[in-house]
């Protein structure tokens, strides 16, 4: 069974495995994203430091991990284009799969996962950004249910927003 566990700092080291696995499949896909030192450990560290960083574990291994932040994206105060609500929700920044575990459904799985955390902080609003050349994240989210609404930059970089509201 797939389950969401909270990043401790013992989880450091794999966390960054899979993170520049990510790298190097963005980079092979010709996809500038991430591709300037961005997600740096002190990234990831601050992610544990605040309990925002969460792992996608199944049986032992670890297949993901993304930021799960509940306080909001100053960036996307600044949008060209509009969201869709105007209420509390959750940004996943930094999602990454494990080169293992690609091809295997797991982001399908992910997605939902996320949702369930979200209830149970009781958020119903789910927003995130993508590069616009990421066409595997913007697949992912479509199947998702995301909606496109339009861009924002973050990172230095324009990316491309998109947001869903939960039932």
Not at 88 to 113: N, Q, T
Not at 131 to 142: A, E, F, S, T
């Amino acid at each position: 069974m797939i389950y969401l566990r909270v990043a401790t700092a013992q989880d450091l080291e794999p966390i960054m495995e899979i993170i520049n696995q990510a790298k190097a499949f963005l980079k092979a896909q010709g996809i500038d994203q991430w591709q300037t030192g961005y997600p740096a450990v002190s990234d990831i560290k601050r992610d544990i430091e605040e309990k925002k960083g969460y792992l996608i574990v199944e049986d032992g291994e670890y297949h993901g991990y993304f930021c799960a932040d509940f306080g909001g994206e100053p960036a996307y105060e600044n949008i060209e284009g509009a969201w869709n609500y105007d209420e509390p929700y959750v940004v996943v920044h930094r999602m990454a799969f494990a080169e293992s575990s690609r091809g295997k459904g797991i982001s399908a799985e992910a997605f939902p996962l996320i949702e369930q955390l979200c209830r149970d902080n009781d958020v119903h609003y789910f927003r995130v950004d993508t590069d616009r050349d990421n066409k595997i994240m913007q697949h992912l989210l479509g199947k998702a249910g995301f909606v496109y609404c339009g861009k924002i930059w973050y990172d230095g970089a324009e990316r491309i927003a998109f947001d869903k509201k939960l039932d």
